[in-house]
C-alpha cells in the first residue's frame, strides 16, 4: 500500500490543537468520535454555525477551522476502520444503526456525510415514515460532503497544523 497522507479541516469555535472524542453529546452520523472532513468550505461552515450557536454564550468564540494531517495508510493498517466511497444501503444501514445508539468497533470511518437535508430523510426513516426506495428519491445531492471520524484509537495518527479563524480569512 502507497502511504497516502490527507490534509483534514475540523470547523470549531475554537482552536482545537489537541483533539478528543467527546461521548454521549448527541446521536452522529458515524457515531462518537472526533469528526473532520477534506472539504474546507464545509469546514469553514460548520465553524460559522458553532460560532452562531455559542457567541451567546460565550464572547470569546470564534468561527474557526483547524488543519490537520492524517497518516491514513497507517490508521487503516493499525486500527479497525470502515470506509464508504458513496452513499449506499451499507451506508443508510450504518448511519440509522449508530443514530439509534448502537456502538461499533471502528477507529476510522469515511464516507459521505447526511447533512441537515438529509438528516430529516434518515430520522423519517428510521421512524418508518418512508421506506428505503423514498429515502434515495429524496436523498439527492446538488454538492458533495464528506467525513472522517476518529476514536481515541486513531487521535495519535492526526497531527495539527494550525488553525485560522474564517470572517478574518474571507
Same mark, same amino acid.
Given at each position: 500500500?502507497? @502511504?497516502?497522507?490527507?490534509? #483534514? !479541516? ?8 489537541? +483533539? ?13 468520535? *472526533?469528526?473532520?472532513? %477534506?472539504?474546507?468550505?464545509?469546514? &469553514?461552515?460548520?465553524? #460559522?454555525? =458553532? !460560532? ?10 470564534? @468561527? ?14 493499525? $486500527?479497525?476502520?470502515?470506509? *464508504? @466511497? ?5 451506508? %443508510?444501514?450504518?448511519?440509522?444503526? $449508530?443514530?439509534?445508539? /448502537? +456502538?461499533?468497533? !471502528?477507529?476510522?470511518?469515511?464516507? +459521505?456525510?447526511?447533512?441537515? =437535508?438529509?438528516?430529516?430523510?434518515? &430520522?423519517? !426513516? ?14 439527492? *445531492?446538488?454538492? @458533495? ?6 476514536? /481515541? /484509537? ?5 497531527? *495539527?497544523? &494550525?488553525?485560522?479563524?474564517? /470572517?478574518?480569512?474571507?
Amino acid at each position: 500500500m502507497a @502511504p497516502e497522507t490527507l490534509i #483534514l !479541516f475540523h470547523g470549531s469555535y475554537l482552536p482545537v490543537d489537541k +483533539p478528543r472524542v467527546v461521548h454521549g453529546a448527541y446521536a452522529k452520523d458515524f457515531g462518537d468520535g *472526533f469528526y473532520l472532513t %477534506l472539504l474546507q468550505e464545509q469546514a &469553514e461552515k460548520w465553524a #460559522l454555525r =458553532k !460560532f452562531r450557536n455559542m457567541r451567546r454564550s460565550d464572547s470569546s468564540a470564534r @468561527p474557526i477551522v483547524n488543519v490537520y494531517q492524517l497518516d491514513k495508510t497507517k490508521v487503516l493498517t493499525s $486500527c479497525p476502520s470502515l470506509l *464508504f @466511497p458513496a452513499m449506499s444501503d451499507d451506508w %443508510l444501514d450504518f448511519i440509522a444503526s $449508530c443514530r439509534s445508539g /448502537e +456502538p461499533h468497533d !471502528f477507529a476510522y470511518v469515511e464516507g +459521505p456525510m447526511a447533512d441537515d =437535508k438529509v438528516y430529516n430523510f434518515v &430520522e423519517s !426513516f428510521l421512524a418508518g415514515q418512508i421506506d428505503r426506495d423514498e429515502f434515495w428519491r429524496l436523498a439527492q *445531492f446538488s454538492y @458533495p460532503t464528506h467525513q472522517v471520524m476518529l476514536t /481515541e /484509537e486513531a487521535l495519535p495518527y492526526l497531527h *495539527f497544523i &494550525e488553525s485560522y479563524d474564517v /470572517e478574518e480569512r474571507r
